[in-house]
């Protein structure tokens, strides 16, 4: 789902701890960000990695993808309707325990389509371009190594009012690095030094 801004826009999706579904609309009022929540479903705990990746099918709604233990991607094509708020899960493709961390970023390249990255268990990011189609996204591309510095990995959106999305890293040291996005192949600018003593948080979202 998209993410909520200070503003009090964007909805969040939370499971719990018996692998329940709630969908949590914005309210657009940042003292009471959230209208009452509505249960989604039930059985969630199969998935192991779960994340809000904006439009990827290209229909204007925001979407979600969650990976089985098994490896196996599924696509949660969003409906815009807060009572059902995804369609029939769609598989992607199989093989993704290649990837310890999966993250919805927008557009990182420009094109328009918003994109995702994944990190390999050996610390390389891949970016998968989207396609705003139903194929999703184009193959792979490598972006770099050394990823494996990193215990969190966000993307944000635009953070500083350039228009581009920009990349949120946090280094086991607790310190953290934003990545600015360029909106070309390049993906990003050097990366920048927010601060330390992020270490106190275990999620950053």
Not at 2 to 9: K, M, P
Not at 38 to 47: D, E, F, L, N
Not at 66 to 87: C, H, I, N, Q, Y
Not at 114 to 143: E, N
């Amino acid at each position: 789902m998209t993410a909520l801004r200070a503003d009090g826009t964007g909805d969040v999706f939370a499971r719990d701890t018996t692998g329940v579904t709630w969908y949590f609309p914005g309210s657009g009022n940042p003292s009471v960000p959230f209208r009452p929540r509505v249960r989604v479903s039930a059985g969630w705990q199969i998935y192991d990695r779960m994340v809000g990746v904006r439009d990827i099918s290209g229909d204007g709604r925001a979407d979600l993808l969650a990976r089985e233990k098994s490896g196996v991607l599924w696509l949660f094509k969003g409906t815009g309707d807060p009572v059902t708020p995804f369609a029939a899960r769609v598989k992607v493709s199989a093989g993704w325990t290649l990837y310890d961390e999966l993250v919805g970023t927008g557009d990182l390249t420009g094109d328009g389509k918003p994109d995702v990255m994944a990190r390999d268990t050996t610390g390389g990011m891949w970016i998968f371009k989207g396609t705003g189609t139903s194929a999703l996204f184009q193959p792979r591309l490598k972006i770099s190594n050394g990823w494996q510095a990193y215990r969190g990995l966000i993307g944000p959106g635009d953070l500083n009012l350039d228009g581009r999305a920009d990349f949120v890293a946090r280094e086991a040291s607790g310190a953290l690095w934003t990545f600015p996005g360029t909106g070309t192949s390049t993906l990003f600018s050097p990366r920048v030094k927010v601060g330390g003593g992020w270490e106190v948080y275990d999620l950053v979202l």
